[in-house]
């Protein structure tokens, strides 16, 4: 079977693109190939900085021919139907088509098409310009005298040839012949830009590998990454170092180079003094360098750090370790004066007293006085939500209010919240956004603050993805849920969620960090009443106070003074008596509450579901009423193990067919009982499954109002025999309508007594 090699080689390619590039023109060449009618065994892509190649294995030579028979309308059928037949056929005239004959539905059209197979290098010679043209680059550009034209190709960075080559091992392969805006494929490539610039020619994959290795390129990424992962230990345990290993980095440096050659720098000892995270980030996000730290030496790092060259220097790499050195030196200058002004007073102290005021700060300290001036400057946090500071405000409030729930000191959870963005206005985060938290911790801690709060600082923004840990320290989750739900009530407030793919304020991300936090450190708390309380944060912020409209028993209305956030959930709220200076929410809490409600529900489905949590089962435990995410946790994790078992299978049986009957006869209007009447019992089942039904509901409701809900699941079990004896002796539709209508009460009971827990309706099985 012949086998395909395409080379796409252009300047740089921007090593945060080169992967998922090299994939999409697997993707659509592979797809396209299929789509042609050709098949093939494997497929891999490559990329270097300069180059996308992909090696196809086993490409059938030629597409098959295509015999398939297209269906008409009756020969009596209207002319118009007759047109739309000949046009999807694509034939010429109805004289080019068969007429066939059914006994029952009579003489029919139908057009016999065939379609010749196809050599694989005409359909890789249309496909390949065509994908070259439609690439789905982020960002791409024209170049030289044919940009000015209309149409012209675009591409990341300049393409410069095109390798194309078909054949099979057996015989010397063939160049695919195409053009797209001048650059003819063939079978000519090029090495190392400095070590090996001269063209050379390639056969197939593994003739191309070995020349490009020659020519000072190792085009598997991946063994790029193992060379530069290997050879740095290696250089670091040669001089009594640990490398300290970073993907991210390794990624993106395995990008930057053809030929991998790792080399040492190092810089003054006093620059040491600076966080081992400011270092890191520094050397990392200027100079693409790895650091390392003494053997055996915790977090400490060395003066040392590890560089990646793209060429074998004459001087060993001497020159290039000194240059990456001064600049690594410089920057680390700033980062060392950003990490003492930091810790000194603000050019504008004297103006920050009112702010300080505000927030109980204590303006002898570095990190009081950043929180002053976010609140003195009034930077905004979002046009319709305000300024940090109030933002600041309300998250305060809400995590003095969370502290009991999470079993966190009120006093420390508000001291926490007042200093969690403080470090927003520190020099180090404005040049490193991504140390945001991280430097609020250690400043924290530098003026003597409690560890919690000090945590909490940094904890309060996690977790940031389905990977990242979540905060458990009281401290850190009460302010962590605070500014979450702060977050998520104000945007639902502005009416700015979001909608399908996008999500430009991460809400999605925010709700589920509210839901791990809450599942994974088992902490019940009512999200109807936190939400309420955010809102209520959010219309009378900053001290102020409006009456409240509430709807009268008449239909009229009435205002009362503000009492609580409560009152936002009240059915008789109508609205505020004014307008909420600085503030333009969109919605009122009794619409918010249960949007936001059901958008947390959604996202606990996908948590639940990741954890392997069956969906129905999700489905059948929440409500619209469901609150207490911890609660619907554990509803679903008793109802998977009660499931399990003979019990819950046959309960659940037996249940649904007392509620497909009971459905079925309350949709055809059937009279049901309100209540069941012994009186009314004609068969033992009737009285045994009634005197179960009355334990079980009992037990099971007592059960869940002590939240155990393994106990009310045993409740229900005593039902599984009185309910099969019922089915087995008991004619529901009785002659009798008195009878009939008891009966069905009965079955009301039953799925009344089930719903306590769960709606068995809506599982499977």
């Given at each position: 079977m012949p086998d395909l090699l395409l080379e796409l080689r252009s300047e740089e390619i921007p090593a945060r693109m080169q992967r998922k590039a090299a994939g999409d023109?697997?993707?659509?060449?592979?797809?396209?190939?299929?789509?042609?009618?050709?098949?093939?065994?494997?497929?891999?892509?490559?990329?270097?900085?300069?180059?996308?190649?992909?090696?196809?294995?086993?490409?059938?030579?030629?597409?098959?021919?295509?015999?398939?028979?297209?269906?008409?309308?009756?020969?009596?059928?209207?002319?118009?139907?007759?047109?739309?037949?000949?046009?999807?056929?694509?034939?010429?005239?109805?004289?080019?088509?068969?007429?066939?004959?059914?006994?029952?539905?009579?003489?029919?059209?139908?057009?016999?098409?065939?379609?010749?197979?196809?050599?694989?290098?005409?359909?890789?010679?249309?496909?390949?310009?065509?994908?070259?043209?439609?690439?789905?680059?982020?960002?791409?550009?024209?170049?030289?005298?044919?940009?000015?034209?209309?149409?012209?190709?675009r591409w990341v960075r300049p393409l410069q040839s095109i390798v194309c080559t078909f054949g099979?091992?057996?015989?010397?392969?063939?160049?695919?012949?195409?053009?797209?805006?001048?650059?003819?494929?063939?079978?000519?490539?090029?090495?190392?830009?400095?070590?090996?610039?001269?063209?050379?020619?390639?056969?197939?994959?593994?003739?191309?590998?070995?020349?490009?290795?020659?020519?000072?390129?190792?085009?598997?990424?991946?063994?790029?990454?193992?060379?530069?992962?290997?050879?740095?230990?290696?250089?670091?345990?040669?001089?009594?170092?640990?490398?300290?290993?970073?993907?991210?980095?390794?990624?993106?440096?395995?990008?930057?180079?053809?030929?991998?050659?790792?080399?040492?720098?190092?810089?003054e000892q006093d620059f040491l003094a600076i966080p081992p995270e400011v270092i890191r980030l520094t050397i990392r996000a200027n100079q693409k360098c790895f650091v390392t730290r003494p053997q055996g030496a915790g977090e400490d790092l060395s003066n040392c750090f590890i560089l990646v060259a793209n060429i074998e220097a004459k001087d060993g790499g001497k020159e290039i370790a000194h240059g990456n050195g001064k600049v690594v030196r410089a920057r680390l200058s700033d980062a060392l004066y950003f990490w003492k002004t930091d810790q000194g007073d603000l050019p504008d102290f004297g103006e920050l007293k009112a702010s300080a005021e505000r927030f109980g700060l204590d303006l002898k300290k570095p990190l009081d006085q950043r929180m002053a001036r976010l609140d003195h400057l009034n930077v905004t946090f979002h046009a319709k939500l305000g300024t940090q500071g109030a933002r600041v405000e309300r998250i305060k409030r809400l995590a003095e209010e969370l502290a009991p729930i999470v079993g966190a000191d009120p006093a420390l959870a508000r001291r926490a919240a007042v200093l969690a963005k403080a470090d927003l206005q520190t020099e180090v985060v404005?040049?490193?956004?991504?140390?945001?938290?991280?430097?609020?911790?250690?400043?924290?801690?530098?003026?003597?603050?409690?560890?919690?709060?000090?945590?909490?600082?940094?904890?309060?923004?996690?977790?940031?993805?389905?990977?990242?840990?979540?905060?458990?320290?009281?401290?850190?989750?009460?302010?962590?849920?605070?500014?979450?739900?702060?977050?998520?009530?104000?945007?639902?407030?502005?009416?700015?969620?979001?909608?399908?793919?996008?999500?430009?304020?991460?809400?999605?991300?925010?709700?589920?960090?509210?839901?791990?936090?809450?599942?994974?450190?088992?902490?019940?708390?009512?999200?109807?009443?936190?939400?309420?309380?955010?809102f209520f944060g959010l219309t009378f912020n900053e001290g102020s106070r409006f009456?409240?409209?509430?709807?009268?028993?008449?239909?009229?209305?009435?205002?009362?003074?503000?009492?609580?956030?409560?009152?936002?959930?009240?059915?008789?709220?109508?609205?505020?008596?004014?307008?909420?200076s600085g503030l333009k929410l969109e919605r009122s809490a009794t619409e918010l509450v249960p949007d936001l409600l059901a958008f947390f529900h959604?996202?606990?489905?996908?948590?639940?579901?990741?954890?392997?949590?069956?969906?129905?089962?999700?489905?059948?435990?929440?409500?619209?009423?469901?609150?207490?995410?911890?609660q619907i946790v554990r509803r679903v994790e008793a109802l998977g193990s009660f499931l399990d078992g003979d019990d819950g299978r046959n309960l659940l049986a037996g249940t649904k067919r007392a509620a497909n009957i009971l459905a079925a006869e309350e949709k055809k209007k059937t009279l049901v009982a309100e209540t069941v009447e012994p009186a009314l019992f004609r068969e033992d089942a009737e009285k045994s499954l009634f005197a179960a039904v009355n334990q079980a509901e009992k037990e099971a409701g007592q059960a869940i109002q002590n939240e155990d809900f393994s106990a009310a699941m045993l409740a229900l079990s005593v039902l599984r025999e009185p309910v099969d004896s019922f089915f087995e002796r008991v004619l529901v539709n009785d002659e009798d309508q008195a009878v009939r209508a008891n009966r069905l009460a009965l079955l009301a009971r039953i799925r009344a007594a089930t719903d306590q827990v769960a709606d068995f309706s809506k599982i499977a099985g």
């Open positions: 023109l697997r993707k659509m060449l592979t797809d396209g190939l299929v789509e042609a009618g050709l098949t093939y065994e494997a497929a891999r892509e490559y990329w270097t900085p300069r180059r996308l190649a992909l090696d196809i294995r086993g490409l059938t030579a030629r597409s098959k021919d295509i015999r398939e028979e297209i269906k008409g309308p009756a020969t009596s059928a209207p002319e118009q139907a007759v047109q739309g037949f000949l046009r999807k056929a694509g034939l010429a005239s109805i004289a080019e088509a068969h007429v066939h004959s059914d006994p029952k539905k009579g003489d029919f059209y139908v057009a016999h098409i065939s379609k010749p197979g196809r050599a694989a290098e005409d359909i890789i010679a249309e496909l390949v310009p065509g994908i070259i043209r439609s690439f789905p680059w982020p960002k791409s550009m024209r170049w030289g005298p044919a940009s000015a034209r209309p149409g012209s190709l099979p091992e057996t015989e010397e392969p063939v160049v695919v012949d195409f053009d797209i805006d001048g650059i003819r494929s063939g079978n000519v490539t090029y090495g190392h830009r400095f070590h090996a610039p001269g063209e050379f020619t390639v056969r197939r994959f593994d003739d191309y590998v070995s020349k490009l290795e020659a020519a000072k390129v190792v085009l598997d990424a991946e063994r790029r990454k193992e060379i530069i992962l290997a050879d740095a230990r290696n250089l670091a345990f040669a001089n009594g170092l640990d490398l300290v290993e970073d993907e991210g980095l390794l990624e993106e440096v395995s990008g930057l180079v053809e030929w991998p050659v790792v080399l040492m720098g190092e810089f404005g040049e490193f956004p991504e140390l945001q938290g991280a430097m609020g911790r250690k400043y924290a801690l530098l003026q003597g603050e409690h560890p919690s709060v000090a945590a909490a600082a940094e904890e309060h923004y996690k977790p940031q993805g389905p990977s990242d840990r979540v905060p458990t320290d009281p401290v850190s989750v009460a302010v962590a849920l605070a500014d979450k739900l702060d977050t998520l009530t104000g945007f639902w407030a502005i009416d700015e969620r979001p909608t399908g793919s996008k999500d430009p304020f991460a809400l999605r991300r925010a709700a589920l960090g509210v839901v791990r936090t809450l599942v994974e450190n088992a902490i019940p708390c009512s999200l109807r009443h936190q939400f309420a309380n955010a009456s409240v409209i509430w709807k009268a028993d008449d239909g009229g209305e009435f205002t009362t003074g503000v009492g609580s956030a409560n009152d936002l959930l009240d059915q008789r709220f109508v609205g505020l008596s004014s307008e909420i959604d996202r606990l489905k996908v948590y639940l579901r990741d954890q392997g949590a069956r969906h129905d089962l999700i489905d059948a435990v929440i409500t619209p009423q469901s609150d207490d995410l911890l």
